[in-house]
């Protein structure tokens, strides 16, 4: 019974010190260094190679969602992502002095500044916020991010990347030659 309860806590402790739970499903590869992200329809020279639904806390951006699921991808192999749906819900809420509140003072926390002008005295929070009692509710949200990771279907060799990228430059070459007439 106390091994079960030391494992919960355990997972409890790694989920919060995190952030963010991940549930990939797929395949593995070799890490990759490099890794775009593909939006409208998955391009036909990728192949999804697994899916990932993840919950991060609603204080994270746009960028730090983003960046944590590159850094996932590239960990598992992938040389793409491609997000599927993203999605913020409420997930509770708490109260906190409004900042407005009469004789309201965000600077002590010490104690010092606990009583109304009137004498009074003021509340403190869990958070060590004093208050006259006047508060708001604040939300708390959570963001859920489900995407896809994928992988190029083929792997050009060292050989065929240098004829794609002589190839290229070609290109550019003639190009640049047709401008110039």
Sequence with gaps: MKSVLKIQTCIILAIMMGGCVSSYIGQRYEPTTKVTVVSGKIPPQYKIIG???RSF?????????KQKLIDEAKSVGADAIHIVSSK???????????????????????????????GT????????QTSDQQLKTVKTYET????YFLRLRTKPSGKELQKQQNSD??????ANQKKEK
């Design 88 to 118: 913020s819900i409420e997930t509770g809420s708490y109260s906190m002095p409004s900042g407005d509140s009469p004789g309201f003072d965000p600077t002590s926390a010490s104690g010092a500044g606990n009583w109304n002008p009137d």
């Design 121 to 128: 005295k003021l509340s403190t929070n869990s958070f060590g």
């Design 169 to 174: 430059i070609e290109q550019k070459q003639l």
């Design 144 to 147: 859920i991010v489900k995407a």
């Design 51 to 53: 899916k990932d639904a």
């Design 57 to 65: 806390p609603g204080s994270y951006t746009g960028y730090e969602i």
